[in-house]
C-alpha cells in the first residue's frame, strides 16, 4: 500500500516562508514523478512544481523564483520550500507520486496540508 504522508502547512503571514515534506512510503515500482499540486474550494487541483526520477524540475508559472522542489532519493522525501508567500497560495497543498507498473501509470496522493497566508 503506497502512502504519501505531507507535513509542514500552518499559517504564515504575507512574505512569509513554510517548508513542506512529503515522505512516501510502500513503492514498488519505478517512480517517474513526484510534485506537489494545490485547490481551493470551488476550484480544480492545479500543478504547483514537479520533479522527475532524473531530476528534471517543472515549476508553475504562478510560484517561479519564489518556490524550490526538491527530493531526498534515500529518504523517499519531496520537499517544497516556499518563500515569500502571498495570500493567493492560500490553498490546501497535495503531494503527488507517478510510478510506472509497466505501460500504466498510477497516481498517489497524499492526504493534503492547509497552507494559509494572512495577516
Known amino acids: 500500500q503506497v502512502q504519501l504522508v505531507e507535513s509542514g502547512g500552518g499559517l504564515v503571514e504575507p512574505g512569509g516562508s513554510l517548508r513542506l515534506s512529503c515522505a512516501v512510503s510502500?513503492?514498488?515500482?519505478?517512480?517517474?514523478?513526484m510534485g506537489w499540486y494545490r485547490q481551493v474550494p470551488g476550484h480544480q487541483r492545479e500543478l504547483v512544481a514537479g520533479?522527475?526520477?532524473?531530476?528534471?524540475?517543472n515549476y508553475s508559472d504562478f510560484v517561479k523564483g519564489r518556490f524550490t522542489i526538491s527530493r531526498d532519493n534515500a529518504r523517499n522525501t519531496v520537499y517544497l520550500q516556499m518563500n515569500s508567500l502571498k495570500p493567493e497560495d492560500t490553498a490546501v497543498y497535495y503531494c503527488?507520486?507517478?510510478?510506472?507498473?509497466?505501460?500504466?501509470?498510477?497516481?498517489?496522493w497524499g492526504q493534503g496540508t492547509q497552507v494559509t497566508v494572512s495577516s
Open positions: 503527488n507520486e507517478v510510478v510506472a507498473a509497466g505501460p500504466t501509470h498510477l497516481w498517489y
Open positions: 520533479i522527475t526520477h532524473r531530476g528534471i524540475i
Open positions: 510502500g513503492s514498488i515500482f519505478s517512480k517517474l514523478v
